[in-house]
C-alpha cells in the first residue's frame, strides 16, 4: 500500500454532484486552472475522463487545455505522501491508492478524452449519429464559399438569366455596377449574417412598392412643378437647384414608366430611383420636403408626401437582391450537400441545432447526456445564440436529468439569464476568488 498523500483542493470547487456550475470570470483571472481542477475533482469522485466533455473555443485554447489537464493529473497521481502544512492550509484532496487508481486510468485513457472546439464536438456529433442527423455516413467539410458558389452560378444560369423578373433584377444590379462575382459576394455576405433565417430590412414588398410607383405618377401629374419650386426657397439660386432636382426626379419616373410599358414590374425600376434619391435630393431637396409638407397646396403636399415615401419605404438594392435570389440559392445549396454528404463550418452547428430541435432531438441528447454526464464550457461569452441553445437543449436545466452534472464557465451576466433560472437558484455566499481561483469575480452555483 503507498502511503496517501495530500493535494490542495481549490475551495471555490462546488461538490462534484451540482448538477450546474457557472463561473463568471475575465480574461486572465483562472478559469482554466479552476477548469482543470473541477476535471480532477470529478475523476476523484467516481467520473471517467470519457464521461467529461470540456470545450473551449479555439484549437489554440482547447490544445493548451488538453495539455494542462494531463498534466495536473498525472502530477497529482505520482504525488508524494506529504501532510498540509498546518492546521490552515485549507481544504485537500487524500489521495490514497483508491484516488490514485482513478487517476492513473484518466492518465492512460486521456486520449479519449472529448475536449474539443465548440465546431468540433459538433462535427463529431454529424459523424456518430449521421443516422439521427439523416446524414451520409461519409461527410466531407468544404468551404461554405465553394459550395455557395457553386449554387450561385447554377441559379444564375437556370432562373437567374431565364425567369422575366429575375433577369430585370439581375440588369438593374449590373447598371449598379455589381457584376456576378460582387453579386455572389454579397449574398454570400448575408448568409454569414444569418439570411435567410434572420430576416433581411428592410422588407421587400413588392405589390407596395407597385403601387407606390403609380402613386408617384399620379402626384407628378397633378401638380404644377413651377409651385413645387416657388415653395421650396425665397433664393433664386436655391429654387434653380431644385429646379434641377426635379428634372432628375422627372426622369428617373419617365424611365420607370417606361420599363413598365415594356413589361418590367414596377418595383424594380423603383429600386433604381431610390438608389441615387438621397445623392439626388442632397441638402437642398430635404429642405424641400419640409417646405413641400407645409404647403397649403394640397398637391404639393401630396407631392412631398411620395417622395418622403420613396426615401423611407423603398428598400436599398442590395436588401431587394438578397430577399430574391438567395431562398433558391440556399436551397440548392442545402439540396446538394445533403445528396453528396458535404458540410460546411456553419453546418455543424445548424444542423445539430435542427436535429435537437426536431422529433428525434430527445433521443440524440439523451444519448449524449450519457455518454457525457457532465459538461464543462470554457469562454461561454463566445457563444452565439444557437450555440447557446445547443448546450441549452442538451444540459440546460429545463430537460436536464438532476442526477446530470453540467459546468459553464466563463459566462457573461446577460448570458446567464439567457439560460433560464440559474439566478434563482444561486446559492448565497459561493464565490470564486483567492488565491488559485477565479480572484475577484462570482460564482454561482445551482444545485
Given at each position: 500500500?503507498?502511503?496517501?498523500?495530500?493535494w490542495?483542493?481549490p475551495?471555490?470547487?462546488?461538490?462534484?454532484?451540482?448538477?450546474?456550475?457557472?463561473?463568471?470570470?475575465?480574461?486572465?483571472t483562472?478559469?482554466t486552472?479552476?477548469?482543470?481542477?473541477?476535471?480532477?475533482?470529478?475523476?476523484?469522485?467516481?467520473?471517467?475522463?470519457?464521461?467529461?466533455?470540456?470545450?473551449?473555443?479555439?484549437?489554440?485554447?482547447?490544445?493548451?487545455?488538453?495539455?494542462?489537464?494531463?498534466?495536473?493529473?498525472?502530477?497529482?497521481?505520482?504525488?508524494?505522501?506529504?501532510?498540509?502544512?498546518?492546521?490552515?492550509?485549507?481544504?485537500?484532496?487524500?489521495?490514497?491508492?483508491?484516488?490514485r487508481?482513478?487517476?492513473r486510468?484518466?492518465?492512460?485513457?486521456?486520449?479519449?478524452?472529448?475536449?474539443?472546439?465548440?465546431?468540433?464536438?459538433?462535427?463529431?456529433?454529424?459523424?456518430e449519429d449521421?443516422?439521427?442527423?439523416?446524414?451520409?455516413?461519409?461527410?466531407?467539410?468544404?468551404?461554405?464559399?465553394?459550395?455557395?458558389?457553386?449554387a450561385?452560378?447554377?441559379?444564375?444560369?437556370?432562373?437567374?438569366?431565364?425567369?422575366?423578373?429575375?433577369?430585370?433584377?439581375?440588369?438593374?444590379?449590373?447598371r449598379?455596377?455589381?457584376?456576378?462575382?460582387?453579386?455572389a459576394d454579397?449574398?454570400?455576405?448575408?448568409?454569414?449574417?444569418?439570411?435567410?433565417?434572420?430576416?433581411?430590412?428592410?422588407?421587400?414588398?413588392?405589390?407596395?412598392?407597385?403601387a407606390?410607383?403609380?402613386?408617384?405618377?399620379?402626384?407628378?401629374?397633378?401638380?404644377?412643378?413651377a409651385r413645387?419650386?416657388?415653395?421650396?426657397?425665397?433664393?433664386?439660386?436655391?429654387?434653380?437647384?431644385?429646379?434641377?432636382?426635379?428634372?432628375?426626379?422627372?426622369?428617373?419616373?419617365?424611365?420607370?414608366?417606361?420599363?413598365?410599358?415594356?413589361?418590367?414590374?414596377?418595383?424594380?425600376?423603383?429600386?433604381?430611383?431610390?438608389r441615387?434619391?438621397?445623392e439626388?435630393?442632397?441638402?437642398?431637396?430635404?429642405?424641400?420636403l419640409?417646405?413641400?409638407?407645409?404647403?397649403?397646396?394640397?398637391?404639393?403636399?401630396?407631392?412631398g408626401?411620395?417622395?418622403?415615401?420613396?426615401l423611407?419605404?423603398?428598400?436599398?438594392?442590395?436588401?431587394?437582391?438578397?430577399?430574391?435570389?438567395l431562398?433558391?440559392?440556399?436551397?440548392?445549396v442545402a439540396?446538394?450537400?445533403?445528396?453528396r454528404?458535404?458540410?460546411?463550418?456553419?453546418?455543424?452547428?445548424?444542423?445539430?441545432?435542427?436535429?435537437l430541435?426536431?422529433?428525434?432531438?430527445?433521443?440524440?441528447?439523451?444519448?449524449?447526456?450519457?455518454?457525457?454526464?457532465?459538461?464543462?464550457?470554457?469562454?461561454?461569452?463566445?457563444?452565439?445564440?444557437?450555440?447557446?441553445?445547443i448546450?441549452?437543449?442538451?444540459?440546460?436545466?429545463?430537460?436536464?436529468?438532476?442526477?446530470?452534472?453540467a459546468?459553464?464557465?466563463?459566462?457573461?451576466?446577460?448570458?446567464?439569464?439567457r439560460?433560464?433560472?440559474?439566478?434563482?437558484?444561486?446559492?448565497?455566499g459561493?464565490?470564486?476568488?483567492?488565491?488559485?481561483?477565479?480572484?475577484?469575480?462570482?460564482?454561482?452555483?445551482?444545485?
Open positions: 500500500m503507498t502511503p496517501a498523500a495530500t490542495p483542493r475551495r471555490d470547487l462546488p461538490p462534484a454532484d451540482v448538477r450546474l456550475c457557472v463561473v463568471e470570470a475575465s480574461a486572465g483562472g478559469k486552472f479552476f477548469l482543470e481542477h473541477r476535471v480532477a475533482d470529478l475523476i476523484l469522485a467516481g467520473a471517467t475522463i470519457d464521461q467529461l466533455l470540456v470545450v473551449t473555443f479555439t484549437e489554440k485554447a482547447t490544445a493548451e487545455l488538453r495539455q494542462r489537464l494531463r498534466g495536473l493529473l498525472e502530477r497529482m497521481a505520482t504525488a508524494p505522501a506529504e501532510a498540509p502544512s498546518g492546521p490552515d492550509a485549507g481544504p485537500s484532496w487524500r489521495l490514497d491508492d483508491e484516488a487508481a482513478r487517476l486510468q484518466a492518465v492512460s485513457q486521456f486520449d479519449r478524452a472529448a475536449v474539443h472546439t465548440i465546431h468540433a464536438f459538433c462535427q463529431r456529433l454529424l459523424v449521421a443516422f439521427t442527423g439523416k446524414r451520409l455516413f461519409e461527410q466531407t467539410q468544404i468551404p461554405d464559399q465553394a459550395a455557395f458558389e457553386d450561385f452560378l447554377h441559379e444564375l444560369r437556370t432562373r437567374f438569366t431565364v425567369e422575366p423578373d429575375h433577369r430585370a433584377l439581375l440588369a438593374e444590379a449590373l449598379a455596377g455589381k457584376h456576378p462575382e460582387r453579386l454579397l449574398l454570400l455576405a448575408c448568409v454569414r449574417a444569418g439570411a435567410p433565417t434572420v430576416a433581411v430590412t428592410p422588407r421587400l414588398d413588392e405589390a407596395a412598392l407597385i407606390l410607383a403609380a402613386r408617384w405618377a399620379e402626384v407628378t401629374a397633378a401638380v404644377d412643378p413645387l419650386t416657388e415653395r421650396s426657397s425665397s433664393n433664386g439660386s436655391t429654387r434653380g437647384a431644385v429646379g434641377r432636382k426635379l428634372a432628375a426626379l422627372g426622369t428617373a419616373l419617365a424611365r420607370l414608366e417606361a420599363e413598365v410599358a415594356a413589361g418590367v414590374p414596377a418595383w424594380i425600376p423603383l429600386l433604381a430611383a431610390r441615387n434619391l438621397d439626388e435630393l442632397g441638402y437642398l431637396g430635404k429642405s424641400a419640409r417646405s413641400w409638407a407645409e404647403a397649403s397646396d394640397p398637391a404639393v403636399q401630396a407631392y408626401q411620395v417622395v418622403r415615401r420613396l423611407d419605404e423603398v428598400p436599398p438594392l442590395e436588401a431587394a437582391l438578397a430577399q430574391r435570389f431562398p433558391a440559392i440556399v436551397e440548392r439540396g446538394d450537400k445533403q445528396a454528404g458535404l458540410f460546411d463550418f456553419q453546418d455543424m452547428l445548424r444542423v445539430v441545432h435542427e436535429v430541435s426536431g422529433p428525434r432531438g430527445d433521443e440524440l441528447t439523451d444519448r449524449i447526456r450519457r455518454r457525457h454526464p457532465w459538461v464543462l464550457i470554457d469562454e461561454f461569452q463566445d457563444t452565439d445564440d444557437v450555440q447557446w441553445d448546450f441549452r437543449r442538451i444540459w440546460g436545466p429545463a430537460g436536464a436529468d438532476p442526477a446530470h452534472g459546468g459553464r464557465l466563463g459566462v457573461r451576466a446577460q448570458a446567464v439569464d439560460l433560464g433560472g440559474e439566478r434563482h437558484q444561486a446559492a448565497p459561493q464565490r470564486v476568488r483567492g488565491a488559485g481561483g477565479v480572484g475577484g469575480d462570482a460564482a454561482r452555483h445551482g444545485a
